[in-house]
């Protein structure tokens, strides 16, 4: 019986550019297809405007925003069962997260907050900066997450505690700050011409990298509390393990993973 050993190095903030480079090219494509729709009469330039569309549901960028909120849900996860398991305080917070951001996955995906805009619109005579009225529900929740959150902020490291206040700064800056000088645009000059949809690509901008922002400080989390992750594999396969080393190389810290297997002569 022979032992193989593979070792390899992970690096957070790696991630965190190759998915910003992604983020950088569906919102460049989107735009790209709209400069395309209304300057040169390409309504759906060969198949690809109705794929990276950034104001509808069911494209690349609707698809992308609501992986990377997935996965934030599945980091908080992760973190939650860490404390949990070393008996800590905040426990509940960080599960509460991470069915809030399953939530906004869900959101994001199937657009359910815009039901909310007409009914609300409508019956409150809504106009301008709350043409796009489901933001009024949205800022109330939003206040309500920060008065509750606040004393877990300061449960965090200074780091951590600045990349989750800068990501939820740019996050509903995009979401809902934006989504209101859009509606303000829109209910005068309607929805269907460039300047709207140049303002939608700022707000889907700034909401990626509001939650790339948050993604980053999750990852410096699971750096500072995890002592072990293992995931087994069926027998014969070997486990993988996350030591808590952390090693300086070029490009950042980096958490080592190690892989040992047996394998059977």
């Known amino acids: 019986m022979t032992r193989e050993e593979t070792s390899f190095v992970f690096s957070p903030l790696s991630v965190i550019r190759v998915l910003a480079v992604i983020a950088a090219f569906l919102v460049f494509s989107g735009v790209a297809c709209q400069i ?15 794929k990276f569309n950034l104001d509808d549901e069911n494209t690349l960028p609707a698809f992308f925003s609501s992986a990377l909120l997935l996965a934030a849900a599945a980091l908080l996860g992760g973190i939650a069962l860490i404390e949990r398991q070393n008996r800590r305080p905040f426990t509940r917070r960080w599960t509460v997260l991470a069915f809030l951001f399953l939530a906004l996955a869900a959101d994001e995906a199937a657009s359910l907050h815009e039901l909310l805009a007409d009914p609300l619109r409508n019956t409150f005579h809504l106009s301008g900066l709350f043409f796009f009225a489901w933001v009024i529900p949205g800022m109330l929740f939003a206040l309500l997450i920060g008065a509750a959150y606040a004393s877990f902020l300061f449960h965090l490291s200074s780091k951590t505690r600045k990349l989750f206040i800068l990501g939820a700064f740019v996050y509903l800056s995009g979401v809902i700050g934006m989504e209101m000088i859009d509606g303000l645009y829109a209910s005068v000059h309607g929805d269907d011409n460039l300047p709207y949809n140049l303002l939608v690509a700022v707000e889907e901008s700034l909401e990626m990298a509001g939650v790339l922002i948050f993604l980053h400080a999750l990852l410096g989390c699971l750096q500072e509390r995890c002592q072990a992750l293992r995931v087994r594999f069926p027998a014969g396969a070997g486990e993988w393990e996350s030591r808590p080393q952390v090693r300086d190389v070029p490009g950042g810290n980096v958490i080592p993973l190690r892989s040992t297997g047996a394998a059977r002569n």
């Not at 729709?37 to 690809?48: E, I, N, S």
Request: a neutral charge; glycine letters at 14%; aromatic letters at 26%.
């Open 36 to 50: 395309a729709k209304y300057l040169w009469g390409h309504d759906t330039l060969f198949g690809l405007f109705p």
